[in-house]
């Protein structure tokens, strides 16, 4: 079964770009049944979809943050990845990455999260 | 505001009975398959029921789901206390162009 690790910084400051990588482990990233996601959490509230990209380029974003959101895929590395540009506070979440199966509406396998703050 | 629409808190006694109610639009649930999820304190949400109402390996029956129209429910039977949680409901929305969920609704096992 798959799994999934986010990793990067935990404290981003005020207008930089907050950027993740998700590592995914005992599978391939170049499987064409999925789409890699993200999604965060704010600190109490609920889920919120971010986006993601199939191996094959295809990318799906949240309307309300497309103009920030970059997500890419490395197969080299079987990793994938998150950009977020022009940070505010209300961006401090937890950042899960997690697979998603196509067309069947499926988000399967979830990384542990990782809390990124954003704060001078 | 989420486009999906879930009660915040829903509470009853160990070995009862609860219900989780999802409600949607024609541009998601009345039209693709809804996805269940536990998110346990501290922890990343969880698989839980895809497609309306299969189960994931190693979920017991006692976590049950349905859909009718443009609502989704989840059904959980013989309430324990491990099963507080908060349980979210996600779908596609064609009109979005992209994933939705609900806002999520707390269970408490009194």
């Known amino acids: 079964q798959l799994q999934l690790q986010e990793s990067g910084p935990g404290l981003v400051k005020p207008s930089e770009t907050l950027s993740l990588t998700c590592t995914v482990s005992?599978?391939?990233?170049?499987?064409?049944?999925?789409?890699w996601g993200w999604i965060r959490q704010p600190p109490g509230k609920g889920l919120e979809w971010i986006g993601g990209?199939?191996?094959?380029?295809?990318?799906y974003y949240n309307p309300s943050l497309k103009s920030r959101v970059t997500i890419s895929v490395d197969t080299s590395k079987n990793q994938f990845s998150l950009k977020l540009s022009s940070v505010t506070a209300a961006d401090t979440a937890v950042y899960y990455c997690?697979?998603?199966?196509?067309?069947?509406?499926?988000?399967?396998?979830w990384g542990q999260g990782t809390l990124v703050t954003v704060s001078s | 505001q989420s486009v999906l629409t879930q009660p915040p808190s829903v509470s009853a006694a160990p070995g009862q009975k609860v219900t989780i109610s999802c409600s949607g639009s024609s541009s998601n649930i009345g039209n693709t398959y809804v996805s269940w999820y536990q998110q346990l304190p501290g922890t990343a949400p969880k698989l839980l029921i895809y497609?309306?109402?299969k189960r994931p390996s190693g979920i017991p029956d006692r976590f049950s789901g349905s859909k009718s129209g443009t609502s989704a429910s989840l059904g959980i039977t013989g309430l324990q206390t491990g099963d507080e949680a908060d349980y979210y409901c996600g779908t596609w929305d064609g009109s979005l162009r992209g994933d939705v969920f609900g806002g999520g609704t707390k269970l408490t096992v009194l």
């Open positions: 990209m199939s191996y094959s380029g295809t990318t």
């Open positions: 497609e309306n109402n």
């Open positions: 997690a697979s998603r199966i196509l067309y069947r509406n499926i988000f399967d396998y």
């Open positions: 005992g599978g391939s990233i170049s499987s064409s049944s999925y789409y």
